[in-house]
């Protein structure tokens, strides 16, 4: 269960970052592996942390995770926008 929140919370991320037009990259699948990545990657950090786990649902995991995605989705339009 808790993987499963962990993706949904990069879908949540991927598709508020879609709505925002600064620095959209045109391939939105980019996008979306960054986010995809990001939350399994603060996922499996909060479960070294011990903040929930791979099967079980934790607040604090989801908000690790919701606030990873975010910003490594923000860092790459970040990149984006000083390239050019």
């Known amino acids: 269960m808790g993987a499963a929140l962990w993706v949904a919370s990069a879908l949540s991320i ?3 970052a879609r709505i925002i037009p600064t620095g959209r990259p045109h ?4 996008e979306f592996g960054i986010a995809v990545a990001a939350s399994v ?6 479960t070294l942390l011990d903040f929930g786990g791979w099967r079980e649902a934790d607040w604090r995991a989801i908000t690790f995770v ?8 923000g860092s790459e339009r970040a990149l984006i926008l000083a390239r050019s």
């Open 41 to 46: 990657i603060c996922g499996a950090v909060a």
């Open 66 to 73: 919701l606030l990873g995605a975010a910003a490594a989705v």
């Open 14 to 16: 991927f598709f508020v």
């Open 27 to 30: 391939n939105y699948l980019a």
